[in-house]
């Protein structure tokens, strides 16, 4: 008899069968931790296996795979209707599986169909219960540490020591569809610990463990780099937008938190370029406080006369000075980077610098003067103009 394992959709064990010596690697790496290694996952999305079965009631062959520790087996998807609910692996040690064995492992799939769908329904009610919860956190509704605590142990979640928030905004509202693949993505991620997840609109929200993570900031950039990767590769959806908050202890400042990762958001709508690769409210720099900057501005009536001068040349001469300058401090000063940007020649760069400190009466020697202008580039495009 083949040795036989069953996973729910997210590749969690739910049951298996004994097996002899002769077992793959895999199939053990999977009963100890309870779920597929994230390394097997991978490679069979990328080898077309999961992609298959997410298609088809059929069973079908899985070819050995000895750098992952994956022997020949035939697995089968558990279907309820048009959804994929769970999975049957059979390892071929013996034997070849026959048409036969094929139709066996058919009706086992529909047996094991009404006993995924009660697990499934008592986790659904889980979920709405602890998304409730969360949304208290996120809003503030929750008052007192204990309260919070008590919440934590009735959905049997251990509360870290430390946590961020962590907000991906798509490009339009999740569908049913994308949330499936969401939570797919989050359950078979073996990379961090997530605590609590919901959904509002277009945004997955989640609170993340970091007590066990060294590097904090390193950690959380790269999961959000990988889960936005992930999601374009296996499902086609792009242009996702990741940010996190700073690292908490109290669970009473979740608010706090999820506030950072709204305006991480609201600054990388206006400043696409620049924070390109900033996704979090730590490494936002002079953007934390851009339109603090802007309100003085405001009440001062302030007018930056470089600019200004630079302005009314440009339009005048239909130049573009203003994109050159701003390009130039971008790039920190350096002349060959700021060229290749602008793509023009360093020498035709250092001839618009030139005509830039004559125009605008520019210091480029005094980092004052850079620091300010970069300033007022910055907050005349927050401003639109």
């Known amino acids: 008899m083949c040795p036989i394992t069953i996973e729910d959709a997210n590749h969690r064990l739910l049951a298996y069968s004994t097996h002899d010596e002769?077992?793959?690697?895999?199939?053990?790496?999977?009963?100890?931790?309870?779920?597929?290694?994230?390394?097997?996952?991978?490679?069979?999305?990328?080898?077309?296996?999961?992609?298959?079965?997410?298609?088809?009631?059929?069973p079908i062959r899985v070819k050995n795979m000895s750098d992952i520790g994956l022997n020949n087996r035939v697995a089968i998807s558990i279907w309820k209707q048009d959804e994929v609910i769970g999975f049957i692996w059979a390892i071929e040690i013996d034997k070849v599986l026959t048409d036969e064995d094929f139709i066996l492992l058919k009706k086992a799939a529909d047996s094991a169909k009404n006993k995924l769908l009660q697990l499934q329904t008592r986790k659904n009610k889980k979920e709405e219960r602890s998304q409730?919860?969360?949304?208290?956190?996120?809003?503030?509704?929750?008052?007192?540490?204990?309260?919070?605590?008590?919440?934590?142990?009735?959905?049997?979640?251990?509360?870290p020591t430390s946590f961020a928030v962590l907000v991906f905004q798509f490009q339009e509202n999740i569908s049913s569809k994308v949330e499936q693949s969401i939570s797919y993505l989050l359950k078979t991620n073996q990379r961090i610990k997530i605590i609590l997840n919901t959904i509002d609109c277009n945004q997955l929200i989640l609170m993340v463990s970091t007590t066990t993570i060294e590097n904090h900031f390193n950690e959380l950039d790269q999961f959000s780099k990988f889960f936005v990767l992930q999601m374009g590769e296996r499902y086609g959806i792009n242009e996702i937008k990741p940010s996190y908050s700073s690292i908490y202890k109290d669970y009473l400042q979740t608010n706090k938190a999820y506030k950072e990762t709204l305006a991480v958001l609201a600054i990388k709508e206006k400043f696409p370029l620049e924070t390109k690769d900033i996704f979090t409210y730590q490494k936002l720099g002079i953007y934390q406080i851009v339109d603090l900057i802007l309100e003085k501005r405001k009440t001062e009536a302030y007018e930056n006369y470089a600019l200004k001068r630079l302005h009314e040349y440009d339009q005048k001469h239909n130049s573009n000075l203003v994109e050159t300058l701003e390009v130039f401090l971008n790039k920190d000063n350096n002349i060959n980077d700021a060229a290749k940007e602008l793509n023009v020649h360093a020498n035709t760069l250092n001839y618009r610098l030139k005509r830039i400190s004559e125009i605008?009466?520019?210091?480029f020697k005094d980092p004052n003067q850079k620091m300010i202008l970069y300033l007022d580039l910055k907050l005349e495009k927050y401003q639109g103009i």
Do not use: M, Y
């Open 132 to 159: 409730e919860f969360f949304w208290k956190l996120l809003t503030g509704h929750l008052k007192v540490n204990e309260e919070i605590f008590d919440h934590f142990h009735s959905l049997q979640l251990t509360p």
């Open 360 to 363: 605008g009466d520019v210091n």
């Open 22 to 58: 002769r077992t793959d690697p895999a199939r053990i790496s999977t009963i100890i931790g309870r779920r597929v290694p994230e390394k097997v996952i991978n490679q069979l999305w990328k080898e077309g296996t999961i992609p298959a079965l997410l298609k088809t009631q059929e």
